[in-house]
T-cell receptor, first 113, second 114 residues
Framework: KAGVTQTPRYLIKTRGQQVTLSCSPI?????VSWYQQTPGQGLQFLFE???????NKGNFPGRFSGRQFSNSRSEMNVSTLELGDSALYLC????????????FGPGTRLTVL | KQEVTQIPAALSVPEGENLVLNCSFT??????LQWFRQDPGKGLTSLLL?????REQTSGRLNASLDKSSGRSTLYIAASQPGDSATYLC?????????????FGEGTQLTVNP
């Protein structure tokens, strides 16, 4: 059974650009969450999606957005990139929302120059 | 607001030692607690999940306990090996007005020396 996959694995962008990251959950999983990991702030929650609906959102500016498709795949978008957006972006999937175990993908390493 | 603290921040031990990693959290309204392992530059690998109604879980050389009332969890690693060297993260899944989220501690960086 394939794990959570994230594409691309590495990205280099310049300030002001926008970026779209993709996440494919484990087959049969309907919930997808996104996290940002930086050396200074650690792991911070971005979004939680279930059945194409955003159920929860972390404390990030409106430049960060996301969506989930009918096949449970998810994308997140960051517009008007800033240097501080450089981070490892991690996607996690679980079978359902709430009490289920979460499984993480390998992450997308975003560098903003 | 849920806060998660892990002690110690770093730990270096000789191979074969048994060791304990500690995690504390401030809000007991949780669905569950999950322990993860992260190797440098990699994603997170789930080690153990303890539901809020459970007291402990075991997997191989790993044993995790949960005391929800005191807001504490411990991860016990028996007979440590160099391959156990990694950062160990504790995370609690919190109920919120809408949906839920994982709140992470800062991690314990473990080095097991041959």
């Amino acid at each position: 059974k394939a794990g959570v996959t994230q594409t691309p694995r590495y990205l280099i962008k310049t300030r002001g650009q926008q970026v779209t990251l993709s996440c494919s959950p484990i087959s049969g999983h309907r919930s997808v969450s996104w996290y940002q990991q930086t050396p200074g702030q650690g792991l911070q929650f971005l979004f939680e999606y279930f059945s194409e609906t955003q159920r929860n959102k972390g404390n990030f500016p409106g430049r960060f957005s996301g969506r989930q498709f009918s096949n449970s795949r998810s994308e997140m978008n960051v517009s008007t990139l800033e240097l501080g957006d450089s981070a490892l972006y991690l996607c996690a999937s679980s079978r359902l929302a709430g009490a289920n175990e979460q499984f993480f993908g390998p992450g997308t390493r975003l560098t903003v120059l | 607001k849920q806060e998660v603290t892990q002690i110690p921040a770093a730990l270096s031990v000789p191979e074969g030692e048994n060791l304990v990693l500690n995690c504390s959290f401030t809000d007991s309204a949780i669905y569950n607690l999950q322990w993860f392992r992260q190797d440098p530059g990699k994603g997170l690998t789930s080690l153990l999940l303890i539901q809020s109604s459970q007291r402990e879980q075991t997997s191989g050389r790993l044993n995790a306990s949960l005391d929800k009332s005191s807001g504490r969890s411990t991860l016990y690693i028996a007979a440590s090996q160099p391959g156990d060297s990694a950062t160990y993260l504790c995370a609690v899944r919190r109920r919120e007005t809408s949906g839920s989220r994982l709140t992470f501690g800062e991690g314990t960086q473990l080095t097991v020396n041959p």
